[in-house]
């Protein structure tokens, strides 16, 4: 049996290959199963030290509104401290978990070249959405291997609502993958973005990651790690550094979700709502990068779908995490458990990092939308799964455009 894992990109990725899924036995397959977490990366804590030190210079370095200063003293943090350096404190006390409790402010600069850089080295037919799964406890067979295609640059000019997803955990800074998605409050004025649960939280056992921000067309031009030693800032974030102010994510995998995917798997998805890091443009991110996809909750049952593009970057190797890559294959279904809604599931080489990035198809109108977003895959790679997206995924996607929506 093969391990699995959430696809999450992180340096301390590497310790935890040779863990079995505690689903294993749950799932229909021929092999274990151990799911893949996105690479959390340790990182070098000497920048770190250096965007503290940049946001104790002075309060216009930390830009937290008076709404954040107080749910953050209610949560016995104090203001100073966390501007210093307190947000690293990982306590277990202080973690904070609940929906309501998730506090972003933004540190500007914090998120430098370097350290987004290094983040990758590891972490119209109505369906009934109460039957949107109608294959239930069905696996089909493990897809063949179908290698990641690099995508050409620009990817400004491809996939202009593609981009890179940084964040903090207790083992360091870490990426995902994400997608700008449609805002029904703000049409063409979107600043929602979607990725996975366990992009932007830790499950059951831990709480909201810390200095969550999307990088639109990050390296836009494809250049390699090497050629990115040293590059300004602006290189690799061509359409600026955007922070979650907001984020959401299933109820279930909150309280289900784990470092190997868990019983939260097939609930696996999340939506930011993200505002620019200086604050100093009037511009939407849809009117920023000129696209956003729509989300699709009633996507055809899966024998009817012919094809799904999963897009990523993927960090553990042979991957670096600076390159954008991408998979199209004839889906198939993944259950990890009959109760749950069965996940969809395509050959794929790529890996951890790759891990929110948006699983694009036809949607029912027949356009091109996001359908799915990549969750798990085995820690060999080959394949990779996803979530369908159903009434859960719509009104975590439906709460979020709503909350900003005056």
């Excluded at 870490?174 to 996975?196: L, R």
């Excluded at 909201?208 to 999307?214: D, G, H, V």
């Excluded at 290189?235 to 299933?250: C, I, K, R």
């Excluded at 794929?348 to 027949?366: A, H, I, L, P, Y």
Aim: aromatic share 8%; with cysteine; proline share 8%.
């Amino acid at each position: 049996m093969r391990p699995i894992r959430p696809l999450f990109a992180a340096r301390r990725a590497r310790s935890v290959r040779g863990r079995t899924s505690p689903v294993a036995a749950a799932v229909a397959l021929g092999a274990a199963l151990a799911l893949t977490a996105t690479a959390c990366s340790s990182g070098d804590n000497s920048a770190d030290d250096k965007a503290s030190a940049t946001a104790a210079a002075g309060n216009d370095k930390l830009q937290i509104p008076d709404d954040i200063k107080d749910k953050l003293k209610e949560h016995g943090f104090d203001l100073d401290k966390w501007k210093n350096g307190e947000w690293k404190n990982w306590d277990k006390d202080q973690w904070l978990r609940e929906a309501q409790d998730y506090v972003n402010p933004i540190i500007e600069g914090l998120w430098d070249s370097d350290r987004m850089r290094d983040a990758d080295k590891n972490p119209g037919g109505q369906v009934d959405e109460n039957d949107l799964s109608g294959d239930q406890g069905v696996t089909d067979p493990e897809p063949k291997p179908v290698e990641a295609a690099a995508v050409p640059a620009t990817y400004h000019q491809n996939v202009p609502y593609a981009g890179k997803l940084v964040f903090d955990t207790p083992e360091g800074q870490a990426q995902c993958s994400a997608t700008v998605v449609t805002d029904p409050a703000h049409p063409g004025k979107s600043n929602m973005v979607w990725t996975a649960g366990h992009c932007v939280h830790a499950g059951k056992k831990g709480g909201w990651y810390r200095n969550i921000a999307f990088v639109p067309s990050y390296n836009d031009n494809a250049k390699s790690a090497a050629e990115l030693q040293g590059a300004p800032r602006e290189e690799l974030a061509p359409y600026g550094v955007w922070w979650g102010d907001w984020a959401q994510t299933s109820q279930q995998w909150i309280a289900q979700g784990g470092p190997t995917g868990g019983a939260g798997a097939p609930y696996d998805f999340a939506v930011l709502h993200v505002k620019p890091e200086k604050g100093t443009t009037d511009k939407s991110l849809e009117e920023t990068v000129g696209s956003a996809l729509p989300v699709d909750f009633n996507a055809p049952a899966v024998p009817k779908i012919a094809q799904l593009t999963a897009k990523g970057y993927p960090a553990a190797p042979p991957f670096e995490g600076q390159q954008l890559f991408q998979c199209a294959d004839k889906p198939g279904r993944l259950s990890l458990n009959e109760t749950d809604p069965t996940m969809y599931r395509i050959g794929c080489t790529m890996t951890g990092g790759s891990s929110g990035g948006g699983w694009v198809g036809q949607g029912s109108d027949g356009k091109p939308a996001l359908v799915s977003n990549t969750s798990i895959g085995p820690v060999t790679a080959g394949w990779l799964a996803g979530p369908r997206l159903g009434k859960e995924a719509k009104a975590v996607y439906e709460s979020v455009s709503e909350k900003f929506a005056q």
